[in-house]
């Protein structure tokens, strides 16, 4: 499931997701069990709101590695091709 953000289009971070799942382009929503909960919380809303389906990730350096990334992400989302 994780390889979706590595392999494809994706955004990493909290304003890319944001943007993408309120322009619809977002396919599913990963989000890191351990970032700070005011952080998550309105982006869960959002998803929630527009129908985009939200995977839990144990942490914010898993969610980055499987991004690509050196650092943790809180939120990524894949993206339509």
Known sequence: ?????????????????????????????WVAEDAEPHVIRPFLALCQQHGVPVYPVASMGELGAACGIDVGAAVAVSLQP
């Open 1 to 29: 499931m994780l390889s979706e953000l590595l392999n494809g289009p994706r955004a990493i971070g909290l304003k890319q997701s944001q943007r993408a799942v309120k322009e619809g382009k977002a396919l599913g929503a």
